[in-house]
């Protein structure tokens, strides 16, 4: 499993910027989801867990996420031009 950080807050385009691997997680009590210590950082600005691609989540920090929807908003689709 490949579980990093990155490196460098400038190294957005490698593969160093984004941790993959299976976690075996479930939800507390609460409703919530554990994140591991060692990646609570990237997130302390706030996340986002949504549905990826399988039955896999993904998780984004909050300014990704609106990042990430603000090109998808600028791309042609069925009702923008």
């Known amino acids: ?24 997680h479930s939800l507390d009590e609460k409703g919530r989801l554990a994140i591991p ?16 691609v399988g039955e896999c989540l993904a998780i984004f920090p909050a300014a990704e996420w609106e990042a990430m929807n603000a090109e998808i908003r600028k791309r042609p689709g069925p009702t923008r031009p």
Do not use: D, Q, Y
Request: avoid cysteine; aromatic fraction near 16%; charge should be neutral.
């Open 1 to 24: 499993m490949g579980n990093r950080l990155p490196e460098t807050e400038g190294s957005a385009g490698s593969l160093e910027h984004f941790f993959a691997g299976e976690f075996g």
């Open 37 to 52: 210590a060692k990646f609570r950082p990237r997130f302390s600005e706030g996340a986002v867990v949504t549905r990826w």
